[in-house]
């Protein structure tokens, strides 16, 4: 938001100097941006956070000085002369969308004369960097700069009907802006439009962020419609995106009007035109719609200044500094305050919002930096605790943490869907283009990461990301899903065993993953004979699977590659956030080869199974290590596994014959539950 100094001059007596002026409004929240001298004036550019919309406007700004330095705010009061007919007989305004435009208010001059601004206007417009149009148009932009409130001149001899409807547009109604680009409208958005029926009405505005081209002011206008109303702050941002118009008008529109500034604008604009375009005033004001309803006392305990400050506040100077600030006190004791805040501070809804006003015009400066302020403990959730583990477990095992959009194009979508086959749902708006699909996985995400890091050479590119998917139900709201997604380049066992050690910190060591060649939904991207569905107990949990040839060449990836995606639901609910610890046991460990024959058809997982369940508590770690295969010497249809297994007890060093003894109950059970014969 720029600012005139001189125009802010005009509501209060600026004696500061600039610094001074610029320093104090930085330390209230309307931090400084630069300064920039125009013709003699001083253009002071503020960022206005999206919480303080009444700081849109150099009323709202001189409003903060006459609060911080103790002037009197001198905002006009404007009371145009009508000396015409009534208005009604000219236009009549309805509104069929109520959600969308809560309160529509139109007046009407007849006999304008369109000409040139008077050079004081100019200027003022000029140092805000805004165009120069007429005298009609400008003052427009003049109110909207002065109190923040967007206003729209129409030509009303171009409305035909004699009425103002405002109401959703049609899916595919086409539209001409004052830019005169075509626009195409998609149901929901709202429109001003005239006409004698809504379904036979003309569109001539986009509400709240441009006017229509068939109904600007030119040089033949004569009589004016003026336009002050309160759009629904979603639509216009949800319009302005959709059709890429942001506009000063819609800008303030998307952050929320003052419902009782809408009047005020309204004569503060007639006043101006018929004092530089001359004309005539219709008598009174043509509305639709109704005022919100009114805003709830808030109560302020004066206890709590010095439990959240650390300092002490006179009673009457926080009395004074809620006042000042244009609430309504409507009870005060020796224990609280209680106030209504003005209509232009939709912010202000509970007590700690007073407290901040207090803070902010008292002065952040006066709270020393070593203040006592009492600390009240906090509680970390299940699911922080539980989600800070698992981030734990990755980053020490080598993984970066990604952080990917969760809309994306619908094509990476119908490439890789592993938890649903539903269609998947879109925004009206793409977060970025083409992006408006609400994924359905998050390894195509961090699979186009990791295209971006291979074309740039990055040597390791380890990554995880944790994040929600939507998946659609038919009916409902979506299951949104929080899951955890992987990237590596390392091989498929490595993957599982970094996903094993999440389980163990998370879940307890005595978690037990399963894998299952099957899978419920298939994915071009995956390599079938090298994908599989995990599982705790009877819970699935998720997949791991390397890429495919056609998923390499999609995402241009060399190397292998493989992926895993859990869903974390299932570790919320199971896991064990009671500290654990256990003895280091100080004894040898013993290890032994195992290189057995089996069927083709015989899976790792089986075999991994039995070696578990026949090591028993002496059996430490399990490491796989080939396959191997010889028609002549295996046979046909046969297989090698070679793999090796670390034997360790905690009551004393283990002996050959201990060792042997457990590898051998291993073999016979591996021979007469799957056909296992040992390798000589």
Known sequence: MIVSKDWLSDYVDLKMPLDELTERLTLTGLNLEGVESIDGDDAIDLEVTSNRPDCLGHIGVAREVSVLWGETLKKPDPQPKATGAKASSE???????????????????????????????????????????????????YVLFECGQPLHAFDL??????????????????????????????????????????????????????????????????????????????????????????????????????????????????????????????????????????????????????????IEVPEAEVRKILTDLGCTETHACGECVKVVPPTWRADLTREADLLEEVARIYGYDQIPEDVGVRMAPSHRTRRDIVL??????????????????????PELVELHRPWTDQ?????????LRRANALRQSVVPSLLTCRKTNVAMSNPVIEQFEIARIYLPQPGNLPDERLV???????????????????????????????????????????EPTCTGWLSLGETKLGYVAQLSTEGLDRFDLRGPVTVAEVDLGPLLDAAALIPRATTLVNYQPMSRDLNVVFDEKVLWADVAAIVDAEGGDLLEAVEFQEVYRDEKRLGKGKKSLLWSITLRSSEGTLTSEQADTVRDKIVDTLGSKLGGELRA
């Open 157 to 310: 001899g171009k409305l035909t009907g004699g009425k103002i409807i405002v109401r959703e547009a049609h899916d595919g109604e086409e539209f001409t802006a004052i830019d005169h680009k075509n626009y195409k409208l998609s149901a929901g958005t709202c429109v001003v439009s005239t006409g004698e029926g809504a379904d036979t009405s003309r569109a001539v505005a986009l509400g709240g962020v441009m006017g229509g081209a068939d109904s600007e002011v030119s040089d033949d206008t004569v009589d004016l419609l003026i336009e002050a109303a309160d759009f629904d702050p979603l639509s216009i941002r949800t319009t302005a995106r959709a059709h890429h118009l942001h506009s000063p008008s819609s800008y303030r529109f998307e952050r929320g009007v003052d419902p009782e500034g809408v009047d005020w604008a309204s004569r503060r604009c007639c006043e101006l035109i018929l004092e530089l375009a001359g004309g005539t005033l219709c008598e009174g004001m043509v509305e639709a719609g109704s005022m919100p309803e009114p805003t709830g006392e808030i109560k302020l305990r004066f206890l709590q200044i010095p439990r959240l400050l650390g």
């Open 484 to 526: 955890l997604a992987i990237t590596s380049g390392q091989e498929f066992l490595d993957v599982k065993g970094v996903i094993e050690a999440v389980l163990a910190d998370t879940v307890g060591s005595d978690a037990q993953l399963s894998v299952s060649p099957t899978a419920e939904a298939s994915s071009t991207l995956l």
């Open 388 to 409: 800070d583990r698992v981030r734990r477990v990755l980053t020490s095992a080598g993984f970066d943490e990604a952080l990917t959009l969760s809309t994306v194009e």
């Open 423 to 431: 269609s998947p749902l879109v925004t009206s708006t793409p977060v």
């Open 91 to 141: 236009i009549s305004v309805e509104i069929t969308c109520p959600e969308l435009c809560p309160r529509y208010t139109a007046r009407v001059i007849k006999g304008v004369k369109i000409g040139p601004s008077p050079a004081w206007l100019q200027k003022r417009l000029q140092a805000l960097g805004c165009g120069i149009v007429n005298n009609v148009v400008d003052v427009t932009n």
